[in-house]
Structure formats: C-alpha cells, structure tokens
C-alpha cells in the first residue's frame, strides 16, 4: 500500500513538473504574472511530492518488505539498519529517485529563495529546471520503476553487494548527487538567460552561488568516495581514472571553470557567452556520467546492473537538454557583447588562462574515457585507455595551473605589471623553493614526483598566505580579520589545492610497500616499524564472517598502535571483501591488510606506510570550506541582485 | 557478453579470493620484482572491471603476474615483456595506448586542444585591450524604480 502510494505520488510530480515547464515558460513570453508566479508554488508542490515518494521506498527498505523487486534484489533482514537506510539508494532505481529528490529540492530552493529575482528570469529558471525533471520522472516512472511488486514474495532478499555495506555509501553518493543536480541550477539559469536574451552582472552574481554550492558538494562527494576507495579496496590506491570517476572529475574540472569564468562576468561585463557555454556544458557533463554509469556503455568498476533500454533513454535526454542547449546557445550567443576592456596581463586574462587550464584538462579526461567507445566504432579494435595515459596526458595542465594560480590570484584587475604584482609573492617563491630543496635532500635517487608535487603545493599554500598578508596591508590584524569573506575562502580554496598537491606527490613517491607471510609471534620490519602478528580470530558480524588479524605496530619499543585487519565473506552474495586497518596520522598512515592462510603456516600480509595520505582528502575539504565561506560572504546573503547597482559602483577586492 | 566476463570475473576470483599480489609470486631480486610491479600495473586484468593486474584478484591476473616475473627473470626486457603479453591477449590489456596511428589521435587531442585554446584566448584578450571603453551603464525604468524602492527601504 505505501509502496504504490510513493508510485502514485511520483507520477503526480511528473503532472505538476509537465505544468511547471509549460505555463510559466508562456506566462514570461506573455508577461501575464499570475501565470509566471505560479512556478514556485509548482516547485515546492514538486519536491513535497517527490519526498512523500522517497520516504515510501524508504520505508519499503527498512522494513524489509520484500513484495518489492528492489528491495528483494538489494537488501536482507540481517542486514544492519544503517545500510538498510543507505540501500536505498545503492542500486540504480533508488539512486534516480535520489537524483530526482535533489532535483526537485534545488527547484524548490531556487523558488524559495529567488524572490529578488525579476519575475520572468525566475520563471524560466524554474521552467527549465522542471524540464528536466520531468524527463527524469519519465525515464523513472517508464524504465525504472523501484516500486514494482513481486508475484510471490520471497521469504528473504538477496542481500547488498558487500562494497557497497559501508558507511560511506550515506555520504558519497548524496553529495555527488547534490553536485551533480546542482549543476542544473546553472543551466537552467544558462537557458532562462538565453532565452530573456540578457546576460549581465547581476545574472552571474544570481548563479554564482549555485555554482559555488554545487562545486563544493562535487568537492566533497569525490573526496569522499577517493577516501572510501582508499580504505575499502584493499591497496590503498585513491584515485584510479576509472570512467565512473571520470564521470565526476569532468563536471568537477568545468564547474570550477565556471566559478572562476562567472567572476569575470560579475566584476568586468566579460566572457558572458564563454561562461553560458560552461554552464551548459558542465551540466551536460554531468549527465554524460550518468549515462556512463547507467548505460553499460564503458565497463567500469561502479557501473550498476545496466540495461541497453535505459541507456538510450539518457542518451535520448541528454541529446535533447545538451543539444537543444548548444542550438539556443548558437542563436542568441551573438548577441552578447563583451563590455569590460583589460589587457592581457590582468586578473581577468590570469582567470581566462584558469579557463583554458580546466577546461582542456576536462577535454583530456573526455577524450580519454571515450576514446575505447571511438576505437571500437571507427576501428573495431578494443583497446583500454587508464592511469598510465591520464597520468602522463592530464598532470602537465595541473602543474601549469599550479605556477601560474598564485601570480594570476594575486594581480590587479584591467592591467597589470607583472614585475611589481609578483613582489608579494618573493617569500612565498622563496618558501616553495626551500621545501623542494628539502624534499630533494630526503628523497634522494626518487623520482621526481615528490619535488614536484610538493615544491607546487608549498607554493600554492604560500601563494595563499601572501596573498592574504599583501591584501592586508599595514595595518594588521584588525584588517586581516575584516577581509571580505570571499578573500578568505578563496584563500582557503587555494591553499587546499596545494594541501592536495602535497598529499598526491608525498604518496605517490614515498610509499612503502611490504608483502609477506606473517608466522604468529614473528615480528617483522617495516620502514622503522616493527610489526607483529599477534593472533588471528574468525569473528561473526551480523552477516557476514570475517577472519581478523591483531597486528600490534611498535617503533623503537615503543606500541604505536594496535591494528585489526580483516577478511569477510558475506555468505548471501558468496563474496568476500577486504577491510583494511589504518592507523591515520598527520605525516603517515600505517596501513595493514591481512590475505589468507597459508599451506605452511603464517598468513599473508600486506603492509603500507602510506606518508601525508591523509593530507590529499585535507587539501579537499579545505576546498569546500573556502568555497562554503565564500558562499557566506555579505554579498551573496544580502538580497543578492537587488544590490547590484550599489555594489558594482564599489571594487569590493 | 560483459554480463559473461563478469560472472566469469566472479567465478574465478572467488575460489582464491586472494589479494592482488601473494608473497610467493615476490621475486627475490627487488630490483626485478620493482620492474614487474611498473609492468603490471600497465595491464589491463582481461576478465575484470578495469581493474590492472597488479590490483585484481582474478586467477587469471595471478597467471599473467607470473608469466611477468618469469618473461623478466628470463633476461627480457620491459618492452619485450608488455609485448609477449598483448600478442596473447591484443591490445586491450594495454592501460597506456600506443602512440601509433589511429591513437595518435588520442595522445595529441590535448596538446592541440590547448594550443588551439590559446590562440583562441591570446585573440579575444588582444581585442579586449584593443576595445574602446564602453559608455556608462543606464539603468533601465524599471531597474531605477527598483533601486528607489531598496534605497528607500535601508
């Protein structure tokens, strides 16, 4: 009964999304206001509907009723109640109706808090943005139905795919969905700008914190599944160029393009039709990872159990948003002049340079997570392309991105001399130099990824403190502590990156690696550590058995930590997962991971020391806090575009 | 097909359910152990999800690391080992697609597109600092009734 209730209430906001795409779009052509206005009420209706829906499929899982096909093909009685809640949406039916959720709440939110918007903008952003929607509830509603019923209830369900029995299954996936969905609001704001045929400051100031919000949520959900990778899979890998991971990366790298782009717009009248084209394309970048994960097209490690029907369903979607996007683009872009004059030398030309930097390190992940796709239709060859190529092809941009961020961050707007902009940076230069000095001296005979990675990061770290200092001027802390919020975060956004830098070049290069088989008792060394075997137990869990590991770690005498790796087999699904023990710390991770019983006695035992891992997931929340500050700054809380006029008239960097 | 590979992914890894790489696969040579771990993580596992040799849990990546170990300890050097391999298993085992013809393609989009991109940005900004200023900004009737009401209004 409930479960056709959240049926029924899933195709009602399907009606209200097909009204709410359709009446206030004529009521702005027409300019009646009635007409217009009624797209907030529609929105919030919307969500409303769609969270009754998703609290019935909730509530299906968690009571374990298996009359449901979904649930009996994802969930288990004895399964623990957290991934009960979770397996909601880890399977591909539950994850769109999440997807939809958050549709709907950003529609929701964009009606709530877009009351200092003109009328007929905001029935168009509302417009478009139940557009979509609605063809997301179609592509639910007529190929992925999770409330469909079962014949002959089952007496048990065939359980969660172990990987996913894991407690960042709450936080990656809503995040990522929250970056992805979020994107939305920029294209619809894109589109309703194309359409009012009218693109100026205060449009980039209205979409700018839906950028922001929507990159920083893309930030946190990558982050999370990199740490989740990190400690799930066994070896202590975080970043595999996966083309689900891809996937996220690409909106990822354009979202950040159109931060920077929509700046440009905000502050000098320029890159108006560049920055329309980001906003389409970052989210049809968006959709493109949804039809990778969904569609089967590209084999890949997240992929969900795909289904050809589907996949040209969202192929069929993202043709009509992407491509009707780009013909509206192609008609109206002319129209929108540059007004702002700067010479090359300028924040503006150091933000066009960020532009180029992220937007063909996107292209690059593109062209490589398709090109298999292409060689297998051109040619008929199956070929893979992975890290080896993305490595070799995409960190050359960042490691120019990197030299040029804090010199581009750091300069004047209009024109510049770049002689006296870079004399803030002479202790910063002098910094990142003396910790490549001193990562060469500790490494040597290593590659040069640790140079490198760490020389930028400290560069980029520095970059971020002058930055601050020099913006401060004399006159101290007091003046320090009244930047502007936005001066902060993006200070703190930068000096991230460069904690990420740090983090990837130290662990690429530093790591140490040990395999062996582990006699009880018998300690053994690694990089300084002594490690023990102490015991080896079979536990029970609540559905799964595991065979855990004590390892105890000692340095000089010393206990460092008490460590219990594990190996499960969950005997509904046959599979058997790793569960790694990690002692984190600041500068290095102890990271022990146990295998199986050996014929002649001891285990099999890997150990890492994985030096500064912690500091690449650090580097990423940092991100997002600055980004979270920005979004905090003044300018964005008080009524947003209606300040427009006294605003501009005052440079507020 | 894919559906296939993956149940035959699972059939294989789950006798073993072993872990990547086993104690007894480690050459005693750390400097030719260090070489075949370069060289299998450029392998593609043929029967799993895109995971390298050196990471899958499949027998037959077990097969292939040994194969790797005893092609290297046999005096063959690095290319000479990825070779023996792709004549086996052809050039999907390749993470790293070779730069010849039909994949130059691949390797020189980026450099290109960044090179085009370039040239695109040096136009636009050499036509910005060449543009004349533009005139004031007016508000429009509604926008300055607009203001009138929020100036009134602080």
């Excluded at chain 1, 797209?39 to 009723?65: E, I, Y």
């Excluded at chain 1, 070799?392 to 040029?404: R, S």
């Excluded at chain 1, 300040?643 to 440079?651: E, I, L, N, W």
């Excluded at chain 2, 596992?45 to 990546?61: R, Y």
Aim: net charge neutral; proline share 5%; hydrophobic share 55%.
């Amino acid at each position: 009964m409930i479960a056709e209730f959240g049926h029924f209430a899933l195709i009602l906001a399907f009606a209200v999304s097909l009204y709410q795409m359709t009446v206030p779009m004529i009521g702005a052509a027409k300019g009646w206001a009635g007409w217009m206005d009624s797209a907030r009420p529609a929105a919030m209706t919307q969500f409303l509907l769609v969270g009754l829906s998703f609290a019935a499929l909730t509530v299906a899982f968690v009571t374990s009723d298996f009359s449901l096909k979904l649930v009996y093909e994802n969930s288990h009685t004895a399964k623990p109640m957290l991934y009960k809640v979770t397996g909601v949406w880890g399977n591909h039916e539950g994850s769109m109706l999440l997807w939809v959720l958050i549709l709907a709440l950003f529609g929701a939110a964009a009606a709530a808090w877009g009351g200092n918007l003109p009328p007929s903008l905001r029935a168009r952003v509302l417009g478009v943005q139940a557009s979509i929607a609605a063809a997301f509830y179609a592509f639910i509603i007529f190929t992925s139905n999770p409330f469909l019923r079962l014949a002959n209830p089952p007496f048990d369900g065939r359980d969660l795919n172990p990987l996913l029995q894991d407690p960042g299954l709450a936080f990656h996936p809503p995040f990522l969905y929250l970056g992805y969905v979020g994107l939305s609001m920029t294209f619809s704001f894109a589109l309703a700008a194309l359409i009012e045929g009218r693109v100026d400051a205060a449009w980039a100031r209205w979409v700018r914190p839906w950028t922001l919000a929507a990159w920083m949520f893309l930030t946190v959900g990558i982050a999370l599944g990199s740490w989740w990778a990190y400690y799930e899979l066994g070896w202590g890998g975080f970043w595999f160029w996966d083309p689900v991971e891809n996937a996220s990366f690409m909106p990822w790298l354009l979202a950040a393009a159109l931060l920077h782009s929509a700046i440009v717009v905000e502050k000098r009248e320029a890159l108006k039709s560049w920055t329309i084209l980001l906003a389409i394309m970052a989210f049809g970048f968006s959709m493109i990872g949804t039809f990778i994960v969904r569609s089967g097209v590209i084999t890949s490690v997240h992929s969900f159990a795909s289904d050809p029907a589907r996949g040209v369903f969202i192929l069929g979607i993202l043709t009509v948003f992407v491509g009707g996007g780009l013909t509206l683009y192609a008609a109206r872009a002319g129209a929108m002049t540059a007004k702002g004059v700067f010479a090359p030398v300028s924040r503006e030309g150091a933000l066009v340079l960020n532009n180029v930097l992220l937007a063909v390190a996107a292209f690059v992940v593109f062209i490589g997570t398709m090109w298999p796709l292409v060689a297998e239709l051109l040619w008929d060859r199956k070929l893979s392309v992975g890290a080896p190529f993305f490595n070799k092809a995409f960190t050359p941009f960042m490691i120019v991105l990197a030299i040029v961020l804090p010199v581009g961050a750091i300069l004047p707007w209009k024109r510049a001399v770049l002689a006296r902009a870079l004399a803030p940076l002479r202790g910063a230069l002098l910094f990142a130099v003396a910790v490549m000095l001193l990562v060469f001296a500790v490494s040597t005979g290593r590659s040069a990824i640790a140079v490198v990675g760490a020389g930028l990061g400290a560069w980029l770290v520095a970059g971020a403190v002058a930055e601050l200092i020099h913006r401060t001027g004399k006159s101290g802390l007091s003046r320090l502590l009244r930047l502007p919020r936005a001066d902060w975060g993006k200070a703190i956004a930068h000096g991230g990156l460069g904690v990420t830098f740090i983090g990837i070049g130290l662990l690429t290069a530093w790591q140490v690696e040990d395999i062996r088989v582990a006699q009880v008792g018998e300690p053994f060394d690694l990089a300084g550590y002594q490690v023990t075997l102490t015991a080896v137990e079979e536990v029970e869990g609540p559905n799964y058995i595991s065979t855990t590991g004590t390892l105890q770690v000692t340095r000089g005498g010393r206990e460092v930590a008490v460590l219990y790796p594990e190996k499960r087999v969950y005997p509904v699904q046959a599979m058997p997962t790793t569960e790694a023990a990690i002692d984190n710390g600041i500068f290095r991770d102890i990271y022990l991971v146990i295998g199986d019983a050996q014929a002649d006695g001891g285990w099999a035992i890997r150990s890492y020391i994985k030096p500064f891992a912690n500091w690449i997931w650090l580097g990423s929340i940092l991100m997002a806090l600055g980004g979270l500050i920005s979004l905090s700054d003044r300018r964005y809380r008080v009524a947003a575009g209606a300040r427009r006029a006294a605003a501009s008239a005052v440079p507020a960097e | 097909m894919k559906r296939l590979a993956l149940i035959l992914a699972l059939l294989l890894a789950l006798p073993l359910a072993a872990l990547a790489v086993q104690p007894d696969e480690v050459l005693d040579d750390p400097v030719l152990e260090g070489r075949a771990r370069q060289i299998s993580q450029k392998l593609r596992c043929p029967v799993c999800q895109g995971e390298n040799i050196d990471e899958s849990n499949a027998a037959i990546s077990r097969d292939l690391r040994l194969y790797v170990r005893e092609r290297l300890v046999a005096g063959d050097d690095d290319t000479q080992v990825v070779d023996a391999v792709v004549d086996r298993f052809g050039e999907f085992v390749l993470f790293e697609p070779r730069a010849r013809g039909g994949n130059l393609v691949l390797w020189l989009a980026g450099p290109a597109m960044a090179l085009i991109a370039l040239l695109i940005a040096w136009r636009f900004m050499r036509g910005r600092a060449a543009a004349a200023a533009p005139p004031a900004v007016t508000l429009s009737e509604a926008e300055r009734s607009r203001l009138d009401e929020i100036m009134r209004g602080e």
